[in-house]
């Protein structure tokens, strides 16, 4: 299996290279939409707070 992957690494390492990259953007995308959403909570929370409303609970 290792060499079936080290060889199709030699044959097209551009090919290999833009799926490198590809899955560290997508992977990188993905933290930063996570941690959007946690300062969006973190400020929600910190504003609510301040206009006195604390422990509120929203179901759908």
Do not use: K
Not at 20 to 40: E, Q, R
Request: charged share 10%.
């Amino acid at each position: 299996m290792f060499r079936l992957a080290a060889g199709n690494l030699r044959e097209n390492p551009l090919r290999t290279a833009l799926c490198a990259f590809s899955v560290a953007v997508g992977t990188g995308a993905l933290l930063i939409i996570a941690a959007i959403g946690l300062f969006g909570q973190t400020q929600l929370q910190s504003a609510l707070r301040t206009i006195g409303v604390s422990g509120l609970t929203v179901s759908l």
